[in-house]
Nanobody, 121 residues
Framework: QVQLVESGGGLVQPGGSLRLSCAASGSIFSINAMGWYRQAPGKQRELVASITTGGSANYADSVKGRFTISREYAKNTVYLRMNSLKPEDTAVYYC???????????????WGQGTQVTVSS
């Protein structure tokens, strides 16, 4: 079993900041890419940011320059620093990771339970 646990969401005023974290645990041999997605009510889930094992990051245009994704490899953890938050950023944020559960095993995508981010005055 592989689990991804997110934390750091909450209510923040426009212009504020939050830092999300996601820690992977369980049967893990290796993790390839990790990323953050979000889904607002009535909208499709969209990629916010992703990061490879080599540290190459990719961002949605809507968050570029405001959000920063990073990893701590020894902790199997990915972070999302969100600055200059806007009401449009309100959504449930989900962590995603491509995990190989054992040596020689196939790589699968796993998802966290989601953490709510609400940006409102």
């Amino acid at each position: 079993q592989v689990q991804l646990v997110e934390s750091g969401g909450g209510l923040v005023q426009p212009g504020g900041s939050l830092r999300l974290s996601c820690a992977a645990s369980g049967s893990i041999f290796s993790i390839n890419a990790m990323g953050w997605y979000r889904q607002a009510p009535g909208k499709q889930r969209e990629l916010v940011a992703s990061i490879t094992t080599g540290g190459s990051a990719n961002y949605a245009d809507s968050v570029k320059g405001r959000f920063t994704i990073s990893r701590e490899y020894a902790k199997n953890t990915v972070y999302l620093r969100m600055n200059s938050l806007k009401p449009e950023d309100t959504a449930v944020y989900y962590c995603n990771a491509a995990v190989r559960a054992g040596r020689g095993q196939y790589e699968y995508d796993y998802w966290g339970q989601g953490t709510q981010v609400t940006v409102s005055s």
